[in-house]
């Protein structure tokens, strides 16, 4: 369970952000999460509460965006989708696979703000 | 108002991953090789830690260990009697270690001084996985007490070991350990991967790793 650690590096990393918009709210931060990085997202959404009190992200939702795991099979000379876990085959020539292609990211992918208009 | 959203593209652990990789080009400058030894709690990693510090020493390699723990230094003390430089890392609650905690650790290690350094991450088979150290290696232990599925309920940690040990082999009959289904799971999630079979009571298999260590270290 390190998901509240995980959480807290979220609020830090868009706290610094919203430098650039001063006055702005934070309706929205969207994550692209893959299913290799070890993260639950039920247990993200809960972190995401208790993390959020008292900061500049209170009260805005968080959006996780799960990626799957993609593997370049050197058999078929081509990317292709694992669907198991517990199997890292090709899903069409059967080889094993471990060029990992994508399915350990973490990241911000963006967030939706309300910025306050200047006045003129 | 108006609504905008803002691209941001940042890794979350991008500190952990600037602060690793930090480390990584520390340890290559000085030309120490470094593991990072994750298992679950009981797998007996501190075990094979201790064989292995011992019989490195005694074919006069330089080797040395960071060790983490919720609580408590006694792992620290058991490893410490092998003769090799050993520090305790207190994690106090947290669940894996993340590498500031060892930058923090080997303050005042001539690291030039070491040919390797092991790092025993907190018993825990899921958040160590996220979290880079630096390491060249990342060595999944499994023992035999603890069934051969294991690599199929936690693919998260075993797809990312460059490494694979099995524990206890000296106690594989008794608990009925199926080795040949274990070997097969392991590489089902990390195909290709070494694999070595270990006792640290007996020190079977130890030949074998030291060598891989000799070789890793070039």
Known sequence: MHELSIVSSIVDSVTESLAAYPGATVKEVR????????????????????????????????????????MHCERCGQDVEISSLQSFRCPQCDEPVSDLRQGRELEIESIEIDEVEEKA | MTTRIVELRRGILKKNDELAAGLRERYTKAGVLVLNLVSSPGTGKTAFLERTLRELRARGARAAALVGDL?????????????????????????????????????????????????????????????????KIRVALLSVTEGEDKPLKYPTLFNS????????????????????????????IRPRIRIFETSAKTGSGMEEWLGYLAEERG
Not at chain 1, 38 to 54: K, N, P, R, W
Not at chain 2, 121 to 132: A, H, K, Q, T, W
Request: proline residues 3%; aromatic residues 6%; contains cysteine.
């Open chain 2, 161 to 188: 070991a460059d490494a694979a040990v099995i524990t206890k082999m000296d106690i594989a009959e008794p608990c009925d350990f199926d080795r040949v289904e274990a070997l097969k799971n392991i590489r089902e």
């Open chain 1, 31 to 70: 994550l692209r999460v893959g299913t290799l990085a070890a993260v639950i997202e039920d247990s993200l959404q809960f972190c995401y509460g208790i993390a959020t009190e008292g900061t500049l992200l209170e009260g805005s939702k968080l959006v996780v965006k799960m990626l799957p795991v993609v």
């Open chain 2, 71 to 135: 609580e408590t230094d006694n792992d620290a003390k058991r490893l410490a009697a092998s003769g090799a430089p050993v520090r305790q890392i207190n994690t106090h609650g947290i669940c894996h270690l993340e590498a500031g905690m060892v930058g923090k650790h080997l303050e005042g290690w001539d690291l030039g001084a070491l040919d390797y350094l092991f790092i025993e991450n907190v018993g825990n088979l899921v958040c160590p996985s996220s979290y880079d150290l630096g390491e």
